[in-house]
């Protein structure tokens, strides 16, 4: 499976993006998929997670309601909707897929990883 992270960008603090992470092959849907982000010198932390049939996971201490994950099985597609931006949720953000398919809120489960997108948030 390779996957392509893409949505990151510049934007101002109680904005919102939406990330894309497009996945190639025909077993999508049998996956489980994360959302992991990292800050230069910091651990890479989980964000969010998705079961291949669409149940999620989300990271408490991100703040409750700001994220949504969702997938498209039909388009090899997940996404993370992220609300109310905040300075610190600038990051590197990464999406992940493990054979797992109830998916995992640990790094270390996900057997592939996509290049990352940038996501700044400004004050």
């Known amino acids: 499976v390779q996957l392509q992270a893409s949505g990151g960008g510049l934007v101002q603090a109680g904005g919102s993006l939406r990330l894309s992470c497009a996945a190639s092959?025909?077993?999508?849907?049998?996956?489980?998929m994360g959302w992991f982000r990292q800050v230069p010198g910091k651990e890479r932390e989980f964000v969010a997670a998705?079961?291949?049939?669409?149940?999620?996971?989300y990271d408490e201490d991100f703040g409750k309601g700001r994220l949504t994950i969702s997938r498209d099985n039909a388009k090899n597609t997940v996404y993370l909707q992220m609300n109310s931006l905040k300075p610190e949720d600038t990051a590197v953000y990464y999406c992940?897929?493990?054979?797992?398919?109830?998916?995992?809120?640990?790094?270390?489960?996900?057997?592939?990883w996509g290049q990352g997108t940038l996501v700044t948030v400004s004050s």
């Open positions: 998705i079961t291949w049939s669409g149940g999620s996971v």
């Open positions: 992940a897929a493990t054979l797992r398919r109830s998916g995992s809120t640990v790094q270390w489960d996900y057997e592939y």
């Open positions: 092959g025909r077993t999508f849907s049998s996956y489980g």
